[in-house]
């Protein structure tokens, strides 16, 4: 569902990967509407979470999206943006 109230227009999103196993976290910030994750380890469980931001902040995270690498550390799938501000 849209947002019940709209503070003005994206600038931007913050993609979260978080390898599974480790925890560790790495935070990517895209000023389009695709951005290749790059560097992943092969054959390794990530979760991705999504935020919009805009002039007054960041918006609500998505949930987690959890996905393994392929052999080549590649996702093997693409993200797009499911509609206004939202995936």
Known sequence: DPPAYVNGPVQGYRIFCTETATGREQAVEVEGLSYRLEG???FTEYKLRFLAFNRYGPGVSSQDLVVTTLSDGKLG???????????
């Open 77 to 87: 799938m693409e993200v797009h943006q499911a509609g206004p501000g939202g995936f």
């Open 40 to 42: 992943l380890k092969k």
